[in-house]
């Protein structure tokens, strides 16, 4: 867009502001103080942090340590209470041996045969559990054993266990202590009896069960038998060790030298859920304490084997049978990280450890250790507000001293930057080419642009302050007022920013179509709307005459398909009657016509090319170009083979006539479906021929393979060299994918009135006037076929002719 020459636009002056300090006051002063503020606070947060820091290492050194205290005392406590409860059922045990009476009974069942039968019915039996049963009623014991020296049991509640030898036989040297004199308490193990589950209420097998066994003396002090009494574990033994669980996940346990926990689990539930135990079992005799190397409780899947698994980092050291204690944290039988304390005892030859999880154990610490770093972020967070605050609040009061006079300066400045921009645009809305309108929300204009005042008529006071329907034609010029202020709000969202051709009236009342773009502007809390014009009277004018020029293309180029039609039905009626001497007349007048027609378009095509600037409409004018000169090359190919001129030879390019020929058929063979391939050499010498014999040949054997395609196919034309008898030859071969010829027919095929074809539709002339003319030139043609899958017609002329031309 250009400024018309007259225009003046003003030129912005160079203004240079007043040189001041970004803060308003000097940078040396303002940049040390800042430094001054950030150091302290700097070196106030790093005493706090150090102070903090050293707090919280004090803080848990000091956990640890209690942490280590309180493991250590929960074990010995327990320790303590597992003792006195095996001294306790001792002693008890050593009393009831100790019984004159039990004694003799024992005496008298040592005398009984060793037969089950004889025992079950001995009177010393029934004194037996006479004196027995209300011990084992009171104590809530599972059952007794009166062990021979044999290990044999001679007594017991059951008459099944009678004469069987003692399940404790089989616990290593358990029984030769208890018959030298010993009281021991027996460790867990899988009952020989059905007993009581407590999780299922019914008899089941497999139970754990705990034995106290105390040697019987006879009157010479002599150990005769032993008197052992089921005890049940979780009722008994592990009671003690439950009293050393400690928060919600602290438990005390027992465990043997080959790592089997020897008490209940206070995680049974949890092992029933990660496939540790199946549901209805008891972790007791069942878990060994292994290290699965992951948290199972939180979905870790080891893949080594649970048997294949180390044992936990505690239990390693128990088993060696040392005591210690881990307040690091390392993995329980579970895989959850835990700490605790372990000894080895060595009475009674199991482990005994006391763990809980690391997360509650240091919960406090945790909890104290997270508030301690909050306070640090905090005062940090405090520090740096606080010398930001102060700085900016310095800032602000060395600023405030200089706001003033830079607030002055710089306001001129703007405004007079102002005024020059203002001035700008409206120099440039003033020579803009295009028409430029401001209008309300009411509708009422509010500018109008020279190029508006030039395109419709009108000088901008006539125009500003009225509606703008005085620029539009009917029915929107007779309409109300309000009819523009409702058209804008409720259409207004589908025209803005969008261009669209509308009409306009100019001063004189002509109505003329122009293309309007509008554009939406807020200023403030108004709106207005901005219009741009442009006048496209002449464009629309160029567009009609483009119109009216297709238009007549259009039905030049129908007139020319009729005019081929016509071309191509003369030539189908010439090829069918196989007279080829009147081809000449009947063609040249028809071709004439259409070098006529042609010759119209080509002036069309000159003078709308020249116009045009349609993408669309040039692509259309394109596509019929090519069809002209397609024409025009069918048409020269006709005229070439008609005339009568050319019956004589000539030096020729023995593949240009085949080609000839091909073009002025082409088209028909597309419509029949057929595919045309060329296989020129052109680098083949010249011959002497006579064009219009060769291409009355050509278009034989070519017409014939066309008959023999109904279905389409492909015919393959080319062209070679080859030598005979030591003479050079040009080589015509034309191929066809047809129906063939029977094997009956090719001898014939060349004889004179000899057709394969239908009565009716040949003379059988044509392929013996094809060998006549083929002689005639020296050469030779021969045929080969086969029913079925195609010709081929192989012609061969001498590159030397003794035909003078």
């Not at 006709?638 to 030096?651: I, M, T």
């Amino acid at each position: 867009m250009k400024l018309s020459e007259n225009s003046t636009v003003p030129k912005p002056k160079s203004i240079q502001e007043p040189e001041m300090p970004e803060d308003g006051f000097p940078k040396s002063e303002s940049r040390l103080g800042q430094l001054l503020l950030f150091g302290m606070g700097f070196i106030f947060f790093l005493l706090v942090s150090a102070i903090s820091w050293y707090t919280l290492g004090r803080i848990e050194d000091q956990t640890r340590a209690d942490l280590t205290d309180s493991l250590k005392t929960i074990l010995r406590t327990t320790h303590s209470a597992l003792h006195i409860w095996e001294f306790e059922r001792k002693a008890d045990f050593v009393t009831w041996a100790s019984s004159n009476k039990l004694q003799a009974t024992v005496k008298e069942l040592l005398k009984v045969p060793r037969s089950r039968e004889v025992l079950m019915n001995a009177t010393a039996q029934a004194k037996l559990r006479t004196l027995l049963e209300p011990k084992l009623r009171v104590h809530d014991y599972s059952g007794y054993f009166v062990i021979a020296p044999d290990f044999s049991n001679i007594g017991s509640m059951r008459d099944s266990n009678l004469v069987k030898t003692n399940l404790l036989a089989g616990q290593g040297d358990f029984l030769k202590r208890i018959f030298n004199g010993e009281t021991l308490v027996s460790h867990p193990l899988i009952s020989d009896v059905p007993l009581l589950n407590t999780y299922t209420g019914k008899m089941v097998e497999g139970e754990p069960i705990m034995f106290v066994v105390a040697p019987i003396l006879d009157e010479e002090g002599a150990v005769m038998a032993a008197l052992g009494f089921r005890l049940n574990p979780a009722t008994d033994f592990t009671r003690v060790l439950q009293l050393g669980r400690t928060g919600k996940t602290g438990e005390t346990y027992a465990f043997n030298s080959s790592g089997t926990l020897l008490s209940e689990s206070r995680f049974d539930q949890d092992l029933r859920k990660i496939g540790l135990i199946s549901k209805g079992k008891r972790g007791i005799l069942s878990i060994e304490i292994r290290d699965p190397g992951g948290d199972l409780v939180n979905g870790f899947k080891s893949k080594i084997p649970r048997n294949k698994q180390p044992f936990t980092k505690m239990a390693e050291i128990a088993i060696s049978r040392r005591a210690g204690v881990d307040v690091e944290g390392y993995r329980n039988y579970r895989g959850v990280n835990v700490v605790g304390a372990w000894l080895w005892d060595h009475s009674m030859e199991f482990a005994l450890v006391t763990e809980i999880e690391a997360e509650e154990a240091y919960r406090s610490f945790n909890f104290t250790r997270r508030l301690i770093l909050f306070a640090i972020g905090l005062t940090g967070f405090i520090a740096v507000g606080l010398t930001l605050i102060v700085n900016i609040g310095r800032t602000r009061a060395l600023n405030l001293m200089a706001a003033v006079d830079v607030g002055r300066a710089r306001a001129l400045h703007f405004a007079k930057i102002a005024q020059e921009r203002e001035a700008r645009i409206r120099a440039v809305v003033d020579n803009v080419g295009d028409a430029i309108i401001t209008i309300d929300e009411e509708g009422v204009i509010e500018s109008f642009s020279p190029a508006a005042e030039k395109i419709f008529g009108y000088f901008t006071p006539e125009v500003v302050g009225q509606n703008i329907k005085i620029l539009m034609p009917e029915p929107h010029k007779s309409r109300p007022d309000s009819y523009i202020k409702n058209y804008l709000e409720t259409e207004i969202s589908k025209i803005v920013g969008i261009g669209r051709e509308e009409e306009g009236m100019r001063r004189d009342g002509t109505v003329f179509p122009l293309d309007v773009a509008i554009n939406e502007v807020w200023l403030e809390d108004r709106r207005i709307f901005i219009g741009t014009i442009r006048d496209i009277t002449a464009r629309k004018q160029a567009e009609d005459g483009l119109k009216q020029s297709h238009y007549d293309l259009q039905m030049a180029h129908q007139k020319l398909k009729e005019s081929l039609d016509r071309v191509q039905e003369a030539h189908r009626s010439l090829v069918a009657s196989e007279k080829l001497a009147g081809i000449g007349g009947l063609t040249e007048g028809v071709c004439n016509e259409v070098l006529n027609i042609l010759n119209a378009i080509s002036s069309n095509f000159q003078r709308v090319l020249k116009k045009t600037s349609d993408s669309d409409l040039f692509a259309s004018l394109d596509k019929t170009r090519q069809e002209t000169k397609r024409i025009e090359k069918i048409i020269q190919s006709l005229l070439k083979f008609s005339s009568k001129e050319g019956a004589k030879f000539k030096a020729v390019r023995i593949y240009e006539e085949l080609d000839s020929i091909l073009t002025l058929v082409e088209h028909h063979m597309r419509s029949d479906d057929i595919k045309v391939v060329r296989e020129f050499d052109p680098d083949l010498p010249k011959i002497t021929v006579n064009p219009d014999e060769m291409g009355q040949v050509f278009l034989y054997i070519i017409d014939n393979a066309r008959h023999a395609m109904p279905h389409g196919g492909t015919l393959v034309a080319s062209t070679g060299q080859v030598t005979k008898n030591g003479s050079s030859y040009i080589r015509i071969k034309i191929a066809d994918t047809g129906t063939g010829i029977k094997k009956a027919d090719l001898e014939k095929i060349f004889e004179a009135f000899y057709s394969s074809k239908p009565e009716g539709e040949g003379t059988g002339m044509g392929l013996s006037l094809c060998r006549t003319l083929i002689q005639k030139h020296g050469g030779t043609i021969d045929v080969d076929s086969e029913w079925g899958k195609g010709t081929t017609f192989t012609i061969d002329l001498p590159l030397q002719s003794d035909r003078k031309p």
